[in-house]
């Protein structure tokens, strides 16, 4: 069974910064890619930024140039810099995973989510 934990939500006034964590454990083969999406209050579900197995990263436009998005996949986790917060990030935060499961299979596993608030 696999499970995703992440860490690192909260409380942060506009212009501050933080840093999610999202760690990956279970029976898997290996991380084929990561990624964060966020729910805003009364919104959808969107993709705020991916990471592949080789390192290439990709960001919604609303994030670029303020979001970090890295990975040390030795450590199975992903994490999440986000610099110069804005009232509009506040949202949940899931952490997705893309797993090989076995040899020929891979699946999609999301974590519980953690709350980022943005506010003065």
């Known amino acids: 069974q696999v499970q995703l934990v992440e860490s690192g939500g909260g409380l942060v006034r506009p212009g501050g910064s933080l840093r999610l964590s999202c760690a990956a454990s279970g029976r898997f083969f290996n991380i084929n890619a990561m990624a964060w999406h966020r729910q805003p209050p009364g919104k959808q579900r969107e993709l705020v930024a991916t990471?592949?197995?080789?390192?290439?990263?990709n960001y919604a436009d609303s994030v670029k140039g303020r979001f970090t998005i890295s990975r040390d996949f030795a450590k199975n986790t992903v994490y999440l810099q986000m610099n110069s917060l804005k009232p509009e990030d506040t949202a949940v935060y899931y952490c997705y995973a893309d797993l090989r499961t076995a040899i020929a299979r891979s699946d999609a596993f999301w974590g519980q989510g953690t709350q980022v608030a943005v506010s003065s």
């Open positions: 990471i592949t197995s080789g390192g290439e990263t």
